[in-house]
């Protein structure tokens, strides 16, 4: 576990909802990944990510799917792309990420409470 952080330091970090609009492999990437495009509402507007998650998923199946992302961190430069945000999820049991899922869908860009 981490050491222990306030509140504040939690609200800090602006974890959103947002829609995958465009999913393709992305191979000029170190590790195998995905590129997104997705979609978090009018605020906040379509944000790239790259995403190493090519065990469990397919470019064609993440399309239309909700996902959570960080959206206030710093661009970071993965090859040719400029990945804008974080997309969340855990490592399974061989290592492979596995997407943070929501149990319903919400309005993009809704912020975790």
């Known amino acids: 576990m981490s050491e222990e952080i306030t509140y504040a330091d939690f609200e800090r970090v602006d974890i959103r909802v947002g829609t995958v609009v465009e999913a393709a492999p992305f191979p000029e990437a170190r590790k195998p990944a995905i590129r997104l495009l997705i979609d978090f509402g009018p605020e906040i507007g379509v944000k790239k990510s790259s995403a190493q998650i090519t065990v469990h998923y397919t470019p064609e199946e993440l399309v239309g799917r909700q996902v959570m992302a960080v959206v206030n961190f710093p661009p970071r430069q993965i090859g040719p ?33």
Do not use: Q, Y
């Open 81 to 113: 792309m400029r990945s804008e945000v974080l997309t969340l999820g855990f490592e399974d049991e061989a290592g492979a990420i596995v997407l943070s899922a929501l149990e319903r869908p919400v309005p993009n860009g809704k912020k975790l409470m």
